[in-house]
């Protein structure tokens, strides 16, 4: 077994815990780590219909109205793939419509290169794009099934065109691919030998096909093993074609990072994360008239994933027309602006030393210790535990840091004045 073959990286997969994983396994992530904002793309022609991406097709045999299931079998029979209705799957899109999206797909305003420079300017390291969903359409060329974009309207290979704009654009390449598919007809226990050939043969198109591809995002829970989708032969064949890949934990095994989904992951030095996370609570478009958090609330999520010791992969559900949401885009340009101003205390940093709190959270590179104070407590002083003396403070837009060092632990406050919303960012140097 070499240090850097297969085997290495197989057993590596297999270990949640960062220290646990080889010296090659932790290089691997140094620049995703860094990276800490991505830019998720959940995009298919469900957004004709401004119904949720293949969730709006799981409870579909009805006009619209009623609960009935797609009688579209699971993978396996002990998994559940077919679960309760929740409120976010709503409405149910009739099967003559969401079948039929394909034909009425024409994304005619659609620019990768304005797409992609929207998530630079915004600070993202990385961008994913969804590749194909549970529904089983495929936005790129693929000779494995007639059933992907070149047989719409638009005829272009959307995939191609964003994975070369992000390689003008010098941001890394990622790709979402889910291994259920609830339109291919061996999907199910079965024939799932034969579905798994197709699964294999339409990431390996993709991995060859696009060579700056950094990321690979499954999706399916921790109840379906790694087993079933021929795990191991799968990841051999991904080390093969991109041994510098990276690798999320919704393929059965806990791969390079977790992946919390609508919640801002738990403070975690040992584990590597990235929080998932929507603008409206969906994930592809559904309508202007679903409200979109305010933009202190998109700069609030990455500065506590990044004080977790975790990313943020915030979505966008592109319009019908292949255009960012207007209002997606002003958040994703004010982030920007921020991270131009603050980036600092961000990019390149690892969370702590002090834990998250009611006050904020901390990140740190080397000696360098940000501190994020999103909410002054009473007597505008945080408290944090003791640890290493402080060699100088200062606010990092202007103005001072009072500090001190107690038997309670360090207190920290700055004057009203210096403060700012919804961020105030105390840089403390460390030494001793």
């Known amino acids: 077994m070499t240090p850097d073959g297969f085997d290495q990286f197989w057993a590596d997969a297999q270990k949640p815990g960062r220290a646990d994983k080889s010296e090659a396994s932790r290089r691997r992530l140094d620049w995703w780590r860094d990276a800490k904002l991505g830019i998720f793309v959940h995009w298919n022609p469900s957004s004709v219909a401004a119904g949720e991406i293949s969730w709006s097709k799981q409870f579909y045999g009805d006009t619209g109205e009623d609960h009935r299931d ?10 559940p793939e077919h679960r309760v209705w929740f409120d976010w799957f709503r409405p149910a899109v009739p099967r003559e419509v ?29 961008l994913v794009m969804v590749t194909k969903h549970h529904d089983g359409f495929c936005m790129w060329d693929t000779r494995f099934t007639d059933f992907n974009v070149m047989n719409t309207p638009f005829r272009r290979d959307i995939v191609a065109e964003m994975a070369a704009a992000c390689e003008r654009a010098g941001i890394r390449f990622g790709i979402y691919y889910s291994q259920r598919d609830w339109h ?12 798994n050939e197709y699964m294999h043969n339409q990431v390996e198109e993709l991995l060859l096909r696009h060579r700056n591809i950094s990321v690979v995002f499954f999706d399916t829970e921790h109840y379906y093993p790694s087993k079933l989708w021929d795990g191991e032969r799968l990841f051999r064949m991904i080390h093969r074609l991109r041994p510098e890949i990276v690798i999320n934990d919704r393929c ?36 202007f008239q679903a409200p979109v958090i305010p933009f202190e609330e ?17 979505n966008v559900g592109p319009l019908p027309t292949g255009q960012v949401d207007p209002r997606e885009a002003d958040r994703l340009e004010r982030l920007g602006a921020w991270l131009a101003r603050n980036g600092e205390s961000i990019f390149g940093t690892r969370g702590g030393p002090y834990p998250p709190g009611d006050y904020g959270v901390s990140t740190q590179r ?49 004057a009203p004045a210096d403060r700012t919303e919804p961020d105030t960012i105390v840089v403390l140097e460390l030494g001793g």
């Open 70 to 79: 797609n009688p579209r079998p699971s993978a396996g029979p002990d998994i």
């Open 98 to 126: 969401y079948d039929n999206l394909p034909r009425s797909f024409f994304p005619g305003m659609f620019d990768a290169d304005a797409f992609v420079a929207t998530a630079k300017r915004a600070g993202a390291g990385y």
């Open 184 to 195: 291919h007809p061996d999907y199910g226990p079965e024939r799932m030998a034969a579905y």
């Open 252 to 287: 059965g095994v806990p791969a390079d990072f977790g992946t919390p989904e609508q919640s801002i992951g738990a403070w975690d030095p040992g584990r590597d994360w990235e929080s998932c996370m929507t603008f409206t609570g969906f994930w592809s478009w559904r309508g």
């Open 298 to 314: 998109c700069l609030l999520r990455l500065v506590r994933c990044a004080g977790g010791n975790g990313n943020l992969l915030m």
């Open 366 to 414: 080397g000696d360098t210790v940000y501190l994020h104070v999103l909410r002054w407590p009473e007597g505008d002083v945080v408290l944090l535990p003791p640890g290493r003396r402080v060699a100088s403070a200062r606010v990092l837009s202007g103005g001072r840091a009072a500090v001190s060092a107690t038997a309670a632990g360090l207190r920290v406050s700055v």
